[in-house]
């Protein structure tokens, strides 16, 4: 496999992305409540070096939360549930496929509620499965605390390769990798 980066001009955001139960589209500003209650949730925060102060996101963030590229609200029958982000990784980042970096890194949260029904599993892989079709052959990194076993059962699910272990952020980090057409259960080269 090459280790050549591979970018390929996508037009964002796509038309919404359509699973058996959930949408993931663009961030419009009815996202904000829901995207300022993520980020103000002590169980959300857990594993992501905690929660911020609702006063102080109600400040930060602007009326349209997530105007970039990669960023995906998650809709459950038109309410938001959570979000996915696909963002590059900076050379500064620990944990890498190449050593200058620039993969494109998997994260997500998920309202608390929303949490133990696969809606983690099943957006991540509508997401990974769009990003396959819009970077062919370009592999997706994840990286997650150890201590998140409900991470860690997604990465298994949707199919990443454990690379290495290190500590960041206090605690020990799990960094694995996806290519494009390697689900469980796929044969590698």
Not at 122 to 149: I, R, Y
Request: one cysteine or more; aromatic letters at 10%.
């Amino acid at each position: 496999m090459s280790d050549e980066i591979i970018v390929h001009p996508v037009a964002w955001p796509p038309a919404p992305i359509k699973t058996e139960r959930l949408e993931l589209r663009k961030s419009e500003a009815r996202n904000r409540v829901a995207l300022i209650d993520l980020f103000a949730s002590p169980e959300v925060g857990t594993y992501v070096g905690g929660s911020r102060p609702r006063d102080e996101l109600e400040q930060a963030l602007p009326e349209v939360p997530g105007q970039r590229f990669g960023f995906f609200v998650v809709d459950l029958n038109g309410t938001t549930i959570g979000m996915i982000t696909l963002d590059r990784c900076g050379p500064e980042r620990k944990g890498h496929i190449r050593p200058e970096g620039g993969e494109h890194e998997l994260g997500y949260m998920f309202l608390p509620q929303a949490w133990g029904r696969g809606y983690a599993t099943e957006a991540c892989a509508a997401a990974l499965d769009w990003f396959a079709d819009a970077h062919p052959g370009e592999p997706v990194v994840l990286s997650t605390q150890t201590a998140n076993e409900a991470a860690m059962r997604v990465a298994a699910k949707l199919g990443f390769t454990e690379l290495e272990r290190f500590e960041d952020y206090g605690a020990e980090q799990w960094f694995g990798v996806w290519y494009p057409g390697r689900y469980p259960g796929t044969p590698s080269d």
